[in-house]
């Protein structure tokens, strides 16, 4: 990746930044080089980000350029407005009463230099400021009233540093260019930048360890640099080409959230959020596949108007389904009339809407793996022992939690498993899915279609080993391809 400093002032870069050239406003206008340059990251550092100055021209053709413009213009106009910078800033507010605690005036400004201050005492408020705001240089205004509040955030040119800050904030300058999210020994191959979102604390993650290991290796391999990220990193999502989504995700959660900021940022995403929104909800998928003809256990949409019909449609035993359930949980069966109605109660407390299914029993679901339109993997997962699901989360033994598996060569699954899998996400776009599939009485019948679909080593990497991850990571690169209009 190519990576430039603009401004004009180079006398206040450190020398010698390895890997990085410093050019001034006027070069990155008019040097032609640079407006077909592809793959570049271009730091902008001039005095001025008014709207129309030369700061602000030079962020705003990177972004037309295709460029990684920081700060971009977006960042730029988010400090002119109070309302957002307070929106933005709320979840700092503990952070803010203690640090501010001990200044005895009604005002305070504080300098944040590349994510840093100069008396050390405020690096942490820094830090989180700069993670909001990824300006390089910016003051920020705070006034008391009944609390410490922030009044604006102004950003500031290199010319504004008092002269006795003036080495400091070369000193975070290399500090900050030597980060391995912009060293060239890390950048150098690297052509794209791709976070890969985790939670470190989930215990269900749809990847284990040792395959999000993989995928980072796979990354590397087509010359991304890759980053794992949390949802702490939201703010930085636009210094990277694509998001590649591996926690569970939900609508009314921040990996919906992320998802859409880094598609409206232009980065290639999985899960997109068009997905996130159409399969994370269980009444959207069973209209969607009853109106396309797709074969399901019978199925009933459950309001409090149609609550006592129930039994009769589906029979009992039957299935119960919260909309947004996951991995088994808010899923429940259902065995006689006191028990529907208790277990319906419950659940029509929480949604007006419950899903609720014949019981059809069998050993295995398969989980269809598809991407692209493309079938890349199947597996068999085995109810947990006793039990009617894969997962049984009552157990108290640990290791029966979950039922076994089975990888499957797919030439070995059956046509109609596999043609029943192709079809339903069709309908819901063209990104990574599981599909959740019944094999009863020689017909397909499709559970529901996962957005996050677990790939985990060891289970879904059984048959494609290392070439399952490669194709996760192809499909990314086709997708940052198509918005920089390059033949894959």
């Known amino acids: 990746m190519h990576k430039l400093i603009v401004t004009n002032q180079p006398e206040m870069i450190p020398e010698n930044i390895p890997g990085v050239e410093i050019i001034s406003p006027r070069k990155y206008f008019s040097n032609e080089i640079f407006a077909t340059q592809r793959n570049t990251r271009v730091f902008n550092l001039c005095s001025d980000y008014r709207y129309q100055s030369k700061g602000y ?123 391995k999210r912009y060293s060239a020994a890390k950048e150098e191959t690297s052509k794209y930048d791709l976070a890969i979102l985790i939670q470190p604390e989930e215990v269900e993650a749809p990847s284990n360890k040792k395959a999000l290991q993989k995928f980072k290796e796979a990354a590397e391999r087509a ?91 589906l029979g009992l035993p039957c299935i119960l389904k919260l909309p947004d359930s996951s991995f088994s949980q808010g899923v429940i069966k259902v065995s006689d009339e006191e028990e529907l109605k208790t277990e319906l109660k419950k659940m029509l407390d929480l949604s007006d809407l419950v899903i609720g299914q014949a019981y059809t029993p069998t050993d295995f679901d398969w989980r269809i793996g598809v991407l692209d339109g493309e079938v890349i993997f199947a597996c068999k997962y085995f109810m947990a022992k006793g039990h009617w699901q894969i997962y049984n989360w009552k157990s108290d033994d640990k290791e029966e939690i979950e039922g076994n598996f089975e990888s499957v060569m797919i030439d070995e699954v059956p046509n109609y498993i596999i043609d029943a899998a192709e079809k339903s996400t069709r309908l819901i776009g063209n990104g990574l899915y599981g599909v959740d599939v019944k094999e009863y009485n020689g017909t397909a019948m499709v559970i529901e279609i996962n957005d996050n679909p677990n790939i985990d080593a060891g289970i879904e990497d059984c048959v494609l080993g290392d070439a399952l991850y490669s194709k996760v990571i192809d499909a990314l690169t086709k997708k940052i391809h198509v918005r920089l209009g390059i033949a894959h």
């Open 57 to 179: 021209y030079v962020s705003l053709l990177a972004e037309a350029r295709g460029h990684k413009p920081i700060p971009n213009v977006k960042n730029i106009q988010d400090l002119k407005t109070t309302s957002i910078i307070r929106s933005m800033t709320d979840d700092l507010d503990e952070m803010l009463q203690k640090t501010l605690k001990q200044i005895k005036s009604r005002e305070f400004v504080l300098s944040v230099y590349f994510g840093q201050n100069i008396s050390k005492q405020y690096d942490k408020i820094c830090f989180e400021l700069h993670k909001l705001f990824p300006v390089p240089l910016f003051r920020v205004k705070f006034v008391f009233t009944d609390k410490w509040v922030i009044q604006g955030v102004r950003t500031i040119g290199l010319n504004e540093v008092p002269a006795h800050h003036v080495d400091f904030v070369k000193s975070a300058a290399a500090q900050f260019f030597d980060k």
């Open 223 to 313: 010359g991304f640099f890759v980053e794992f990220i949390t949802k702490d990193d939201a703010p930085r999502i636009t210094e990277f080409d694509a998001l590649f989504i591996r926690t569970t995700t939900s609508v009314n959660h921040y990996t919906y959230r992320m998802a859409r900021k880094a598609e409206s940022e232009g980065l290639a995403v999985i899960d997109d959020p068009s997905s996130i929104l159409k399969c994370a909800n269980k009444v959207y998928l069973a209209e969607l596949l009853r109106l396309a003809k797709i074969s399901t256990p019978k199925t009933m949409i459950i309001h409090s108007d149609n609550r006592k019909e129930v039994a009769q449609n």
